[in-house]
Structure formats: structure tokens, C-alpha cells
């Protein structure tokens, strides 16, 4: 958590290449780190400060960067605790944590920065020792579920080496056994099997496992699987020539003074002045300072201080007054614990200029909140230090005076103390809580076409060269007119607030309410490339969720519109990092295949396939634009047969002949009755320009075919076909030359009549609520 406070990833990058560098010297070539758990919940007894912060994005990156920095220098990551152990006030070392989120709750938090690990090829991923009924009702902690583990395997298409975390802990040890827990694992899919502490468990665990093969419990395949991934990391890293080499430590020195030279650049960069509301900072040292420091029972948790047997975190407070005592040699210490405070040291408080009153997890120790609350009531002027987890007392108003370091080591302390005398250097911010900083030059509101239109035109021009449409365009596709929009739309800017305001990205939203959940469709986010990777589209997309959460008691966050037409998903022919981006902050994106894909083709030399004419009239079907007589059988037709795309019906209703003749091709059978109907747009028909962006990229006179269908009960005889060349025919006597065919998902059935794909589209989304 002291790296999330700096909010630098290139930092904690740094700082994984020098901790890599460190245990290479000595021989170990693979870390348990980093921790990709979100520290949602304050009361969490194991995560805490090995957390970055409770912000999914957030965490993903700066694990991330983590991984990378180990990775340069040979040495293994393992992200950890899949599916995510952030949410839990029960510690997995002494009982089983439930976590009862949805699959759409965890892929909107939990999994994210798991998810993006996986993008981005982490080596190993360690599992945790949580329950998920609302995933696996058979209640096995994610550890032995194969249905938590398939989230890893088959969404996130992991196929990296999974380590249990250690099967030791009461999470496992208590309900299953150790032993019997390593078959589980294995069973479920892990590869590597910890168990920490005890040789005979070992040992016992292998002989269950054999059993286990060896009966057909456990596949062979399973074992073979497991063996194929973890050998495969091990030849990527390991070699026996350098594992055998004796180790010189020759580079010891030097190598500390790397690390002691940047983990005092961290700690510089991340202990955080809360707040001090009363301005009792800097502190004077000449003043008279009563430093209270915990004593006994000083609550550590299990995996930070003891791994698991019990042994509570204890601190020599006489060193951190060494420290005090360097800036203020008035100072004096008080020890505090359980039985509370004597009436002599009661006294001394009262007597002292200023008390400084440490805690370490105060919000697991009762005497150290209850001390910290009533201090006020013995001295006013208190400052407060949160030595481990800040969350202490972050919520407390009466505490006005607050800094945390996040972890209550000695050259952590020491910066923060020359913070008490010196303010004006704290550079941290809070990684957790609602206090947390959003980037001050950046302002994410609502857009406002009159003026905001030009500038967001900039951007999409220098964002989006591959598709430049004319600012007419655009300016009508975004704010068309009413009464021509099946949805609403809602458009958000990012604007600079210094030197002077300036639009450097936006996001356009079309919502569409007659779905549950309420379906808003993103058709674009642009951020000006300058400024790519300073959390512009991170902003957008953050304030999009917030509003979406605060309006909506269900939505979901589709990339793509459907009118509005923009593309019909992520273009695939944009940057990876483009992909990347959203995979980071939590959408699902769907394989390529089944496709999204627009097509073209040119028609001034078109002419119809005769075996498609002849054969449809053979059969008795004919074909012609509809007509104002038509229109009402058109309209049942359209309810009959698509009523679950509200969207096409909405544009048939919309094409009313009376108002847009020759826009509707359709078939009739030999009764005359309608069997088939498609769009059929010129490039001057006022619908097609206000409801598709990108028909005018492939040339001046484009027109249109889109919403194709034939009735359920005339299907496969031959009418789609004809019934395009017919359109295409018309469109072609207009003066069209050329015709753009939208958001296809038939693979090979309009390539038939000459159509090539334009571009191709993932599809995606992502749960608000």
C-alpha cells in the first residue's frame, strides 16, 4: 500500500526489479508477489497494507508493473489470491472466508486486476482459500472449485502455472485435511501444491496424491497438465548450470545502496498527510512532544507477522523515539496497552505542547481506538500517525490531525517524522477511501454540443485517424435530432482545468431502456494520444460507471452502438494496448468469433447473380420498394418476426414510405403476401445520416443496406439473396455507388453477391451495477 500511495507504477516497477535483483543474489528465483487483491473492506485482518489500494484499475496496474519488475530480472511473480481475498473481515490462515458477490460483482472488482495479469502473460497465479456460493453452491473454498478455477482457465484463457496458497491454513487444514486438500487442489486444477510447515504433512500429501492417480480419482491427464505447466515455467527461468553456481555475494554492498537510495524515494513519495485541520503542523523542536507508542497485542495478522502459528507482531518503540528524539530532543515516550493509561501518565499528556500518538491496526485493537478517540478530551492538540493500515481512524472527524505511513517500519517512520516537521514535503495520497485523489487537472462532465463539438472534433480527428468523418457528420450522428433516436444519449467530456480548459477526451453513450438491465451502449471513447496513459479514458469510463450506478438500478456497459451506429464492437484493427485498455478496467471481451463485421462493396459495375434472380422467381416471390400501402403489414411483420430487437423494429417504424419512399425493399410470396424486407438507404437519405457514422468513409455516394430479413416461416428458400440484389439494383438507378452493409454476423452469406468485409469487432461489456 506505500507504493499505491505514490500512485507511480515505474516505482513500483523499480522496486521489483531491485527486489528481484536481491533474491537472485541469494539464490531464489521465484516471488509470491504481488498482491492483486482490492482492499475493499476495512476490516480485513489478512490483506491490509499488502494491498495497493481498493481501486480494481488501480491495483491491476501497479501489480502489474510489480510482476514486470520481478520478471527482468529472472525472478518468478505469482499474482495472488485469485479470485480475489480483498472482501473478507475473516482471516483465511485461522477459518474459511465467504464472499457472496455475484459473478458480475466480481468482474466489476475482484477480478479485474486478475484479469489483466492474465492479459499481459503473468508466469503464476496462487489461489485463495475463500468460498464462493453465488459461483460454486457446492461452498469448497476457490482453491478446490473447478468452477472458480474455470473463471482463470476458460474466460481469462489463462494457461500459466496456478499455485495453491498454502494448504495449511485453517481455510483448508480445518474442513478438509491438508492432505486430502492437496488431491482436491489438484483435482480442481491447481499445478503446484504449497504446504509450508510440516515434513510429514508433505510427505503424507504426496502419498494421497498417488493414491488418487493411481485409482483414477485424479485423471492422469490432470497430473500431466500440471506437469506440463509447471516444467514449461521452469525451462522459460530456471537452469540447473546457474542454480549450482556458487553464490558471491560480492554485490551485496552495492546492491543495498540501490535499495536503500530507492525505498527512500518510495517512502518520500508515499507516507500521506491526511489531513491537519487545526494547522498543528510543522511541530516545533523545541516543543515538549508526549510520544505514545503501542504495546502488547499489537495486532500484525497472520501472513504478515507469523504465517499462521499465532505470533502476535511486536515493536521495539524505544528505536522509533531514537528517531523523534533526532528532530525534537524534548520528546518522551508512553507506552500504551490493554489496561489503559496511569494517572501519572495521564498528566504528563496534559502537560506535554503536543502528543503524538502512534497506532498499528487500531481498527483490530479495541485499546488502541478507544485510547486514540478520548486523547482529545487530555490534550487539544493531537496528531495521530497510523503506522500500518491507514484506515485506523480515517472515518473519525474528531481526529484532525492525520498522517499514515502503511507499514510501521523504521525508515517508513523516519520519513514521516521529518514530514511532522516539515509538512510541506508529504507528496502520498490515500490509495483506499472515499478521499482518494482523482487527478486535479482533469475534469470529467456532461457534454454540451454548442461548446464542446469543435474541440471533441480535434480529438476524434488526432485520436481516430483511420476514421475521419466530416464534422457534419459527426456533429449529427452525436446529437441527432429527437425524434429520430429509439434511445437517449448521454455524452462525457475530459477537460483540462489549467492553464486554461480544453477538451482531451470524450466518451459517447447511447442508452437504450426497454432491456433489463438497462443497456447503455458506449460507441466511442477518444482521448488525445498526448496524453495517452494520464488516466483520461480511465476518468471517462469511471464517471460513465458512476453515473450509470447512480441512474440505473441495473445496467450494463456495452462497447458498440446499434443506432446511433458507430462500429458493432472494439475494432480489431486498432492498437492491442486499445484492447488492453478495456480488459484492464473489467469488460469481457468476446472472441473474435462469432464475427461483428461491416462489409462494402462498390456497385457501379454490380450486376445480379442470375442464379439468386431466377431461382426466387421460379418460386412465385416478387420484389419491390415498399409502399405507403404496404406499411402497416410491414410493421407486423417486423413485431412478428423481430420483436427482441426493439432497435430494428424501431427503424421500420421509423421508415415510414409516406415520408421515405424507395428506404424498404421487400418480398412478396405468390399471395402477394410480405415474406422479406431490407433497408436500402441512398447516401442522401436523412436517416442514413443521422444514424450511421461511417458509410461516407468508403466514398461520397455510399449508401446503405442493413436490418435484412426474411419471415420465420420463408426461410431458406432463396428470398435474402434476390431480395438484395434487388435493393442493390434500385439503390444503384439512385445514383448510389457504392453500399456499406452493417453489423454482420453470417460468415459468407452476403460475400455471395460481392461484399468484402470493411472492418472487423470484439464485442464486450461490462456490469455498473
Not at 150 to 167: A, E, K, P, Q, S
Not at 208 to 234: D, N, Y
Not at 598 to 621: C, M, N, W
Request: with cysteine.
Amino acid at each position: 500500500m506505500a507504493l499505491g500511495a505514490t500512485y507511480a507504477p515505474e516505482l513500483a516497477k523499480e522496486v521489483g526489479a531491485v527486489t528481484g535483483e536481491t533474491l537472485r543474489l541469494f539464490g531464489i528465483n521465484m516471488n509470491y508477489a504481488p498482491v492483486c487483491d482490492i482492499n475493499s473492506e476495512p476490516l480485513n485482518p489478512v490483506i491490509g497494507v499488502r494491498s495497493f489500494g481498493d481501486h480494481p484499475g488501480f491495483v491491476g496496474r501497479l501489480a502489474c508493473a510489480t510482476a514486470q519488475g520481478l520478471r527482468e530480472q529472472n525472478v518468478i511473480p505469482s499474482v495472488k489470491h485469485f479470485p480475489g481475498h480483498g472482501d473478507t473481515a475473516v482471516d483465511s490462515h485461522y477459518g474459511l472466508p465467504v464472499i457472496s458477490k455475484t459473478r458480475e460483482q466480481l468482474d466489476e472488482c475482484e477480478l479485474r486486476p486478475f484479469r489483466r495479469a492474465a492479459a499481459e502473460g503473468i508466469e503464476a497465479v496462487m489461489t485463495a482459500h475463500i468460498s464462493l456460493p453465488a459461483i460454486d453452491d457446492s461452498q469448497l473454498p476457490a482453491t478446490l472449485s473447478a468452477e472458480a478455477l474455470n473463471i482463470l482457465r476458460r474466460d481469462m484463457n489463462y494457461d500459466g502455472m496456478v499455485i495453491t496458497d498454502c494448504l495449511e491454513m485453517d481455510g483448508i487444514r480445518a474442513s478438509y485435511g491438508t492432505e486430502q486438500g492437496a488431491v482436491l487442489a489438484l483435482e480442481a486444477g491447481c499445478d503446484s501444491i504449497m504446504i509450508c510447515h510440516t515434513y510429514d504433512v508433505q510427505v503424507r500429501s504426496i502419498e494421497k496424491i498417488h493414491e488418487a492417480v493411481e485409482s483414477g480419482k485424479v485423471p492422469i491427464l490432470r497430473l500431466e497438465g500440471a506437469f506440463r505447466r509447471v516444467t514449461a515455467l521452469k525451462a522459460r527461468f530456471l537452469s540447473w548450470d546457474t542454480a549450482l553456481q556458487p553464490q558471491n555475494l560480492d554485490g551485496l554492498t552495492s546492491l543495498n545502496q540501490k535499495g536503500t537510495k530507492l525505498a527512500k524515494e518510495a517512502y518520500s513519495s508515499s507516507v500521506t498527510l491526511v489531513r491537519d485541520i487545526p494547522r498543528i503542523l510543522p511541530l516545533s523542536p523545541s516543543s515538549k512532544i508526549a510520544f505514545l507508542f503501542p504495546g502488547d497485542k499489537t495486532p500484525a495478522g497472520g501472513a504478515v507477522d507469523g504465517e499462521g502459528l499465532g505470533r502476535k507482531g511486536s515493536y521495539n518503540a524505544s528505536i522509533y523515539l531514537d528517531i523523534l528524539k533526532q528532530w525534537n530532543n524534548q520528546a518522551f515516550e508512553i507506552r500504551y496497552g490493554p489496561v489503559g493509561l496511569s494517572a501519572e501518565q495521564l498528566n504528563l499528556i496534559e502537560a506535554a505542547d503536543v502528543v503524538l500518538f502512534a497506532s498499528i491496526n487500531a481498527r483490530e485493537s479495541a485499546y488502541q481506538r478507544k485510547l486514540g478517540l478520548e486523547l482529545l478530551h487530555h490534550n487539544r492538540a493531537v496528531v495521530s500517525m497510523a503506522l500500518c493500515n491507514p484506515y485506523d481512524f480515517l472515518e473519525d472527524s474528531s481526529i484532525q490531525t492525520y498522517i499514515a505511513t502503511y507499514e510501521p517500519t523504521i525508515e517508513a517512520f523516519a520519513v514521516a517524522v521529518e514530514r511532522l516537521f516539515r509538512p510541506q514535503l508529504a507528496k502520498g495520497a490515500l490509495p483506499v477511501g472515499p478521499e482518494k485523489p482523482a487527478p486535479r487537472w482533469l475534469e470529467v462532465r456532461q457534454y454540451e454540443a454548442a461548446t464542446d463539438f469543435c474541440q471533441v472534433y480535434d480529438v476524434w480527428l488526432s485520436a481516430l485517424p483511420s476514421y475521419k468523418v466530416s464534422a457534419d457528420n459527426l456533429k449529427e450522428v452525436i446529437t441527432p435530432p429527437p425524434h429520430l433516436l429509439p434511445v437517449e444519449s448521454y455524452h462525457l467530456v475530459a477537460r483540462t482545468s489549467h492553464p486554461e480548459s480544453k477538451v482531451v477526451g470524450f466518451c459517447l453513450l447511447f442508452v437504450s431502456k426497454q432491456q433489463d438491465p438497462v443497456c447503455v451502449q458506449l460507441a466511442a471513447l477518444a482521448v488525445d494520444p498526448k496524453l495517452h496513459g494520464r488516466g483520461v479514458g480511465t476518468a471517462l469510463l469511471a464517471e460513465c460507471q458512476a453515473w450509470m450506478a447512480k441512474t440505473f438500478k441495473n445496467s450494463r456497459l456495452e462497447l458498440g452502438s446499434t443506432f446511433p451506429r458507430f462500429w458493432p464492437g472494439l475494432p480489431i484493427d486498432l492498437p492491442t494496448e486499445v484492447q488492453d485498455f478495456f480488459v484492464h478496467r473489467g469488460f469481457q471481451l468476446n472472441p473474435p468469433v462469432p464475427r461483428s463485421v461491416d462489409l462494402y462493396q462498390d456497385i457501379k459495375e454490380f450486376h445480379s447473380p442470375e442464379v439468386y434472380v431466377t431461382r426466387a422467381k421460379q418460386r412465385g416471390y416478387t420484389f419491390r420498394p415498399l409502399q405507403t400501402t404496404d406499411y402497416p403489414e410491414c410493421i407486423i411483420g417486423q413485431e412478428k418476426n423481430f420483436s427482441y430487437n426493439q432497435a430494428w423494429v424501431q427503424m421500420y417504424y421509423k421508415l415510414d414510405p409516406s415520408k421515405y419512399p424507395t428506404s424498404v425493399m421487400t418480398a412478396f410470396d405468390s399471395n402477394g403476401k410480405q415474406v422479406g424486407w431490407t433497408l436500402m438507404l441512398s447516401h442522401e437519405s436523412p436517416v442514413l445520416k443521422s444514424h450511421w457514422a461511417f458509410p461516407s468513409l468508403c466514398g461520397p455516394k455510399t449508401g446503405l443496406i442493413g436490418c435484412v430479413g426474411v419471415d420465420a416461416d420463408h426461410r431458406k428458400e432463396g428470398i435474402g439473396l434476390a431480395m438484395l440484389c434487388h435493393a442493390i439494383e434500385d439503390m444503384k438507378q439512385r445514383g448510389v455507388e457504392g453500399v456499406f452493409v452493417d453489423w454482420v454476423s453470417l460468415e459468407g452469406w452476403y460475400e455471395k453477391l460481392g461484399f468484402k468485409v470493411w472492418w472487423s469487432c470484439r464485442t464486450g461489456a461490462i456490469y455498473a451495477n
